[in-house]
């Protein structure tokens, strides 16, 4: 079992950067490939953006395309997002999700694990 654990949410003006971290309990964490959703009000969960377990090439959504970025430290067992000129439909809880040896995904039902989720919200 692999618990996630996201950090880094909170308020934000739009415009503004935020950087979000999930540390994994895994200890084979590098061999995991990794993800961000994102889950608005009232709407379906989301893909954001992905890594891979293998090369570290990531795959990025359009809404998302030019202002965030996702990175690993596998040293660490933690994943990043760094979100850049937020605005204010950025605002949802934000997860992070694992998957095992995972292909390079956007689809939720690929993920193995997810953690709690934290709160981001864009102030306009």
């Known amino acids: 079992q692999v618990q996630l654990v996201e950090s880094g949410g909170g308020v934000v003006q739009a415009g503004g950067s935020l950087r979000l971290s999930c540390a994994a309990s895994?200890?084979?964490?590098?061999?995991?490939?990794m993800g961000w959703f994102r889950q608005a009000p009232g709407q379906e969960r989301e893909f954001v953006v992905c890594?891979?377990?293998?090369?570290?090439?990531?795959y990025v959504a359009d809404s998302a395309k030019g202002r965030f970025t996702i990175s690993r430290d596998n040293a660490k067992n933690t994943v990043y997002l760094q979100m850049n000129s937020l605005k204010p439909e950025d605002t949802a809880v934000y997860y992070c999700?694992?998957?095992?040896?995972?292909?390079?995904?956007?689809?939720?039902?690929?993920?193995?694990?997810w953690g709690q989720g934290t709160q981001v919200t864009v102030s306009s």
């Open positions: 999700a694992a998957a095992y040896r995972g292909t390079w995904s956007r689809r939720e039902s690929d993920y193995d694990y």
């Open positions: 895994a200890r084979t964490f590098s061999t995991y490939a």
């Open positions: 890594i891979t377990w293998t090369n570290g090439a990531t």
